[in-house]
Every structure is written in C-alpha cells, then in structure tokens.
C-alpha cells in the first residue's frame, strides 16, 4: 500500500515491496525521466528539480517527477522550499540487483552512439 500523504508537503511513495519492475521499465522508457535518472545517478547526491533543466514545461516537468517517485525509482522530499530528489538506489539495488546500473550504463551508451552526451 502506498503511503498516504499527510499534509501538502508529504509526498506519496510506494513502500519497497511494492516497486514492480514493470513500473521502473515504465518509469524510464521516457527520454526525460530517463535524463533525470541518470543526473541523479551522476550526481550520487540528492538534487533540487530546480537542477534540472528539462526543455519541457514546469507541469511536464512535474509530471515526470511524479511518474519517477510513484513508481519508487526516487524518493522526494522538501527541504526548506526545495524538492529534492534523490535515487532510491538501496530499494532498488535490493530488489533487482544490478538492473538499475545496467539500464544507467546502457542509456549511456546509447547517448554516445546517438551523439546526445
């Protein structure tokens, strides 16, 4: 069962044994979830969506940010007036061992190949 928001500012993510792989493959087969995937990967660090500057709107952005965080790719949280973003790499890591980075290594691959690095 997903974790109920409390207030405004608690956001919804799926408890460990609730992320399906279904909905991680899901969650990256978009270019710009994806991007942000792998800036989180690079960064080894939470990041703000400020950080991030997708050449989409403000609300697409959003969208791409929730999509991420529902299906348990990212876990968010506010600090101060910043979202952060962060990889929930120890959830994944333990659930499907090495997908994430093969998925992270083979995106980059492909971004070399397609001249888009």
Do not use: W
């Amino acid at each position: 069962m997903t974790t109920p928001a409390v207030s405004s500012r608690d956001l919804p993510h799926p408890a460990r044994e609730e992320i399906r792989l279904e909905g991680i493959l899901h969650a990256l087969s978009d270019p710009m979830r994806l991007r942000i995937a792998r800036e989180l990967a690079a960064a080894g660090d939470e990041l703000s969506c400020s950080h991030f500057d997708l050449p989409v709107t403000k609300s697409t952005t959003t969208h791409h940010f929730r999509v991420l965080r529902e299906a348990g790719l990212i876990q968010q949280t506010y600090r101060g007036t910043a979202k952060m973003n962060g990889l929930r790499r120890g959830d994944l890591d333990g659930l499907f061992p090495g997908l994430l980075d093969a998925l992270l290594d083979a995106a980059a691959r492909q971004a070399v190949r397609l001249g888009s690095d």
